[in-house]
């Protein structure tokens, strides 16, 4: 008692010090099985199984993801969507195309590439032999999400290039065309979007290259500074 009474005292008044205990981190389950859905969805999508893939991600997407995290699966889901997109589109399967782009523009609406390709498919599927009141509807379509493209893109050439189709399928006033491939060939002239413009204007018989005085249409976007 005699030696241990004056260390107890020590310690009671601060004069000593408790050894550091390290916590031990706890596991999250739910971040260990979103990790693994994520695998498990690359190795599907790799397979080409985009649609098993998908499901897999919007199982990761209910593990309560941070906001980061939540963004990266969503983009997954979009590339996936695209990559089985440009599947049907080689094939010419045009509806189930425009479907799938549609499902990656819900993923990521702010994917210019992916609006691009969602508008092209509906051009494509309007000028594929459809009853003309479907494909009034999906050359109206095709101009929302190609216009949305060029809004986020402003020079996206492939994307005016498509409107310019889009205008003439619609039977749109010949300005409406003339003036997207114009403004291809004033963004990018000498570029091959620019070559195919002049010659797609030539062959209407009209004016190339712009007179200095041609604006956009109305529903065009102006570019926007970065």
Same mark, same amino acid.
């Given at each position: 008692v005699y030696f241990l009474a004056p260390n107890l005292s020590r310690l009671a008044l601060g004069g000593g010090h408790a050894p550091a205990v390290t916590a031990t981190p706890t596991p999250d389950p739910l971040s260990e099985r979103r990790n693994d859905l994520v695998k498990e969805a690359d190795t599907l999508a790799l397979a080409g199984k985009y649609?098993?893939?998908?499901?897999?991600?919007?199982? &990761?997407?209910?593990?309560? #993801?941070?906001?980061p995290e939540r963004e990266a699966i969503q983009g997954k889901i979009g590339e996936f969507r695209s990559q089985e997109g440009t599947k049907y589109l080689d094939q010419r399967k045009y509806t189930e195309a425009a479907q799938v782009f549609a499902q990656a523009v819900e993923a990521d609406p702010k994917n210019a590439e992916w609006q691009f390709w969602l508008g092209r498919a509906l051009l494509l599927k309007g000028s594929s032999g459809e009853s003309r009141t479907i494909a009034k509807e999906d050359f109206l379509h095709a101009k929302v999400a190609l216009?949305? &493209?060029?809004?986020?893109? #402003?020079?996206l050439l492939r994307a005016y290039q498509s409107l310019a189709q889009t205008s003439?399928?619609?039977?749109?006033?010949?300005?409406?065309?003339?003036?997207?491939?114009w403004q291809i060939i004033q963004r990018a002239p000498g570029?091959?979007?620019?070559?195919?413009?002049?010659?797609?204007?030539?062959?209407m018989g009209m004016q190339t290259p712009p007179p200095a005085s041609s604006s956009p249409p109305s529903k065009t976007p102006?570019?926007?500074?970065?």
């Open positions: 649609d098993e893939a998908s499901v897999k991600l919007a199982e &990761a997407l209910g593990t309560s #993801p941070s906001d216009e949305k &493209a060029i809004e986020m893109d #402003p020079n003439i399928k619609m039977n749109e006033p010949p300005d409406s065309a003339k003036t997207y491939y570029s091959p979007e620019a070559v195919t413009a002049i010659k797609d204007l030539k062959g102006s570019p926007r500074n970065p």
